[in-house]
């Protein structure tokens, strides 16, 4: 009986022979492993495709329309350094997004909006920063609480 390494060091030679003529102790091995007999099934599928491919040509014209497509010079240097130094930065930005992200996720003083701790506010400017409209008993107690003006 062959080992799992053993047949997949082989597969490709494997998957070229028809079943009957598979060697004995491969065949043994693959009666017990599920997994050599999908990986020689899946190199067998593999083998049918490209044979099955070799006949296959591009429409005419198809390699004058790719080059048609391209662009007619090649970019400049200076484009290229522009380019690369971007796609540099990328890291650096995504970087001090997250640290931002995590400073902002570690303040303590964020109240009920997220900008303003809600101790320490008069009833007038917790009514303002509130989300829902104030009621009027509410805006009643802040009047009264200000000194009524």
């Given at each position: 009986?062959?080992s799992c390494d053993?047949?997949?060091?082989?597969?490709?030679?494997?998957?070229?022979?028809?079943?009957?003529?598979?060697?004995?102790?491969?065949?043994?091995?693959?009666?017990?492993?599920?997994?050599?007999?999908?990986?020689?099934?899946?190199?067998?599928?593999?083998?049918?495709?490209?044979?099955?491919?070799?006949?296959?040509?591009?429409?005419?014209?198809?390699?004058?329309?790719?080059?048609?497509?391209?662009?007619?010079?090649?970019?400049?240097?200076?484009?290229?350094?522009?380019?690369?130094?971007?796609?540099?930065?990328?890291?650096?930005?995504a970087a001090t997004?997250?640290?931002?992200?995590?400073?902002?996720?570690?303040?303590?003083?964020?109240?009920?909006?997220?900008?303003?701790?809600?101790?320490?506010?008069?009833?007038?400017?917790?009514?303002?920063?509130?989300?829902?409209?104030?009621?009027?008993?509410?805006?009643?107690?802040?009047?009264?609480?200000?000194?009524?003006?």
């Amino acid at each position: 009986m062959k080992s799992c390494d053993e047949v997949k060091k082989r597969i490709g030679e494997l998957a070229a022979l028809p079943a009957v003529e598979l060697p004995a102790g491969i065949h043994e091995h693959l009666v017990g492993c599920a997994a050599c007999t999908r990986a020689l099934a899946a190199a067998r599928l593999g083998r049918g495709l490209l044979a099955a491919a070799d006949g296959v040509e591009p429409p005419a014209g198809f390699a004058d329309r790719v080059l048609g497509a391209l662009p007619d010079r090649a970019p400049s240097r200076a484009e290229a350094e522009l380019w690369r130094l971007g796609w540099g930065l990328v890291p650096a930005f995504a970087a001090t997004a997250v640290l931002l992200l995590i400073l902002y996720q570690a303040n303590p003083t964020s109240g009920p909006i997220g900008l303003v701790p809600a101790e320490g506010l008069s009833a007038g400017e917790r009514l303002v920063l509130e989300a829902s409209p104030p009621e009027p008993d509410a805006v009643l107690a802040a009047v009264m609480e200000g000194g009524g003006t």
